[in-house]
């Protein structure tokens, strides 16, 4: 996994993406413009977590090496050192898988 050169803000996470499936469960093949865009990936980068009121830093839920499920239409999609990845709050991810 290479480096990411990025500072993270507050309780932001980088995730990047699994790939899209090619095929339906029946054994159909996909082509590239049916193919939805992923909701599950692995965390590769967390901020310091949310500043409270009291301005200390929330403990972030999430960590580093998880793989998430993350809500069909959150995070901003960015290309960082030519590969594509997800910036997502910490509360749009939906599940952390055991």
Known sequence: MAKLNIKLLDDRIVVEQSEAEDKTAGGIVLPDSA????QRGKVLAT??????????????SVSVGDEVFYGKYSG???E???KKYVILKES???????
């Open 35 to 38: 193919k939805e865009k992923p």
């Open 47 to 60: 901020g310091p977590g949310k500043l409270l009121k009291d301005g200390g830093r929330g403990k972030m």
């Open 76 to 78: 901003s999609d960015v």
């Open 80 to 82: 960082i050192n030519g």
């Open 92 to 98: 749009d991810v939906l599940a952390i898988l055991e």
